[in-house]
């Protein structure tokens, strides 16, 4: 250890003195590792948006259903407890947000369109906190409460169906006898999502208008609660086990949207060996340069053994080398890529390939997100296999027999 | 007259004479619906289907009985044979021998075409929906040939499961719809159902063929032509069940 700093400088004096070189492959790993942590950015950008736009179309990280709802989303597998007693249960607790809702599928008319779509009936004051949608960017205006009588529909739906606000449609649905339930609204606003799919199958009424339109009495088919973040609803999650009937389905966002859930999960191993693939390229750049750098030297480092230099030194000395060339690869490579996903913050316009993105429930616009975690992610996995690559040539110099060094040809 | 009276007996006038009004309008709807259709009736009919390049035609026997229960069934062609609907209070039901199923319209199916026609499922099923859905008012009236034709303005309710702006029906005085039209909510004729031929049948006067078409595909229509008809007969409850419905016994 006492020989540490001698080493360092050593390893930094050789290092420069084939500069060409040394610049080269700190030119590699820079460009290596900012592909490493660009491209996991764009990626963590593109697949956390398609799960946070996709947590909040849901939405609620943590729902309740009746447990045959998921697979028979209908009024008849609703929740059996009524909405006043709903509100006595949770009214003891505290929530970040709760609110129960009907959703069910239905049918929107106009006159001379129909389509398919998702009812809402929502509490909008209660709804507010979950944040799926501005109501103050709603054309005309939202819901205004639970009895409101209008209805509020997605921009391209209203397109779709040649509607506008201020005009009537006619939504219908099956109540609970499987007895067709149908009802006109005055469309009173129309809201855009980035989303388009989100945009055209939704549809938003008053929670209490719903009810009594499918005479469901106080009842709905969902409670979601909001947990502080999608990614930490575990405390969320438990309190409602603990507050609410047994016989109903507790289930967290991930289960409910299963592709979202595991694409997290899939996101966070792709980081991993994309980063590693990176890297192996890197490598054997890296291995070769010091090849290179160890017969290159071989009788200098002869004359250090014969001097009386240990062998456990000459391999730290080649360490030491790699670990420098790394560090300041490391260092101008997590520079540049700060550098590069800083200004694109704001968002990168990829509207050319916008058709192709909608199928995945992307948006148009794609915001890079940088996540420390992935950064030194990056970061170690290039010292510590770095390290192992330099391991090599490194053991294999310090191995050489000082006098078939010192009288090499080379 | 008493000045202290004037005012009470304004008050009590006043909304009769509205009410009276309005009445007139509704009434002329609900006799034209029942005109149309009896307590009880026995249609044997033809449908023509026509769209600019091809055209079917199918011939089919319909029973009603009261305002909520009908039964149409295909005689002809042969391939449609036996295909029939059933409708009871607001649902309604379909019969198809070639899957040997009987079908529910569920909601989402209620806006779609009835066996291909240019009506749609909820006009079979949901005919007299015109006459508590609606706000109606006489526009005026006419005489045509010595008979005096009333035009109506039927204006849905709020929450009425309609998607038209208004209708405006043409109701002779003898109560045969001459004209029925559905106009959007901006006021624009979008279809129209209109009496070609109107004459006296089974012992009434009624619309013996009636055309429904879009107005901005003039070149698609469907045509309703009445062969026979009888009103006011007896049917048996058992005619209007779904058994019934798949095994016909006529």
Redesign the interface.
């Known amino acids: 250890m006492r020989m540490l700093p001698v080493l360092t400088r050593l390893a930094w004096r050789y290092l420069w003195r084939n500069h060409r070189r040394t610049i080269i492959m700190v030119s590699a790993i820079s460009v290596g590792v900012w592909s490493m942590i660009f491209m996991t950015a764009l990626s963590r950008g593109m697949v956390d948006q398609v799960i946070e736009d996709g947590v909040s179309a849901l939405p609620g990280h943590v729902q309740v259903h009746n447990p045959k709802f998921l697979d028979d989303p209908s009024v008849v597998n609703r929740i059996p407890i009524g909405d006043a007693e709903l509100s006595r249960a949770f009214s003891s607790t505290d929530f970040k947000a709760w609110a129960s809702r009907v959703r069910v599928p239905a049918v929107i008319a106009s006159e001379y369109e129909s389509r398919g779509v998702t009812l809402l009936g929502i509490d909008p004051v209660a709804e507010r906190e979950f944040g799926y949608l501005s109501y103050d960017d709603v054309e005309g205006r939202f819901l205004e409460d639970a009895d409101d009588n209008g209805i509020v529909i997605g921009r391209k739906l209203a397109d779709k169906l040649e509607t506008r606000v201020g005009k009537r449609v006619v939504l219908m649905s099956q109540d609970p006898d499987n007895e067709i339930a149908d009802r006109g609204f005055r469309i009173v606003g129309l809201f855009d999502a980035e989303v388009p799919a989100f945009e055209e199958g939704n549809v938003f009424i008053g929670k209490r208008t719903a009810q009594k339109m499918l005479h469901i009495g106080d009842t709905t088919t969902e409670i979601v609660f909001l947990g502080d973040n999608y990614r930490d609803i575990e405390p969320t999650y438990d309190k409602v086990l603990a507050s609410i009937d047994g016989s109903l389905d507790v289930s967290r966002w991930s289960e409910v949207a299963t592709y979202l859930g595991s694409m997290l999960t899939v996101m966070d191993g792709f980081v991993l060996i994309f980063m590693v693939v990176i890297f192996l390229a890197l490598s054997f750049g890296l291995v070769n340069t010091l090849v290179m750098a160890v017969f290159e030297r071989v009788r200098e480092i002869g004359l250090m053994l014969a001097l009386g230099m240990k062998p456990s030194n000459i391999l730290g000395q080649i360490i030491i080398e790699s670990m420098l060339l790394l560090l300041v690869g490391l260092v101008i490579g997590n520079l540049l890529a700060v550098a590069t996903i800083h200004p694109l913050r704001g968002g990168i316009d990829i509207s050319v390939v916008a058709e192709g993105m909608e199928m995945m429930g992307a948006a148009s616009v794609l915001y890079p997100r940088l996540y420390v975690s992935d950064m030194i992610l990056a970061n170690v996995i290039v010292l510590f296999l770095g390290f192992l690559a330099s391991l090599s040539p490194a053991w294999r110099a310090s191995r050489y027999e000082p006098v078939e060094a010192i009288t090499k040809v080379g | 007259m008493n000045k202290r009276f004037v005012l009470p007996v304004l008050l009590l006038v006043l909304p009769c004479m509205a009410a009276g009004e309005e009445r007139d309008a509704t009434d002329i709807v609900r006799d034209a619906v029942d005109h149309w259709r009896g307590l009880s009736s026995y249609t044997e009919m033809t449908m023509v289907i026509h769209r600019p390049d091809w055209e079917r035609s199918m011939t089919m026997r319909a029973w009603t009985k009261g305002q909520d229960q009908s039964l149409v069934r295909v005689v002809e062609p042969k391939k449609d044979r036996g295909n029939g609907t059933l409708t009871d209070d607001?649902?309604m039901w379909t019969f198809s021998p070639k899957v040997n199923r009987v079908i529910?319209i569920?909601?989402?199916m209620?806006?779609?075409s009835w066996m291909g026609s240019d009506f749609s499922n909820k006009d079979v099923a949901r005919a007299d929906d015109i006459i508590d859905q609606y706000d109606h008012t006489i526009l005026g009236r006419e005489s045509i040939d010595g008979i005096v034709v009333y035009e109506i303005e039927s204006v849905?309710?709020?929450?009425?499961?309609?998607?038209?702006?208004k209708e405006v029906l043409k109701i002779r005085d003898d109560h045969v719809v001459v004209e029925h039209a559905?106009y959007?909510?901006d006021g624009e004729l979008?279809k129209k159902l209109v009496s070609l031929d109107i004459g006296e049948m089974g012992g009434r006067t009624i619309a013996k063929r009636q055309r429904m078409g879009k107005i901005d595909k003039p070149e698609e229509w469907t045509e309703i032509g009445v062969i026979e008809v009888e009103y006011e007969i007896e049917l048996k409850d058992s005619l209007f069940t779904l058994s019934n419905l798949r095994n016909p016994r006529d």
């Not at chain 2, 849905?156 to 702006?165: F, I, L, R």
């Open positions: 607001d649902s529910k569920p909601s989402s209620m806006g779609q849905p309710h709020e929450d009425a499961a309609v998607v038209w702006g559905f959007d909510q979008v």
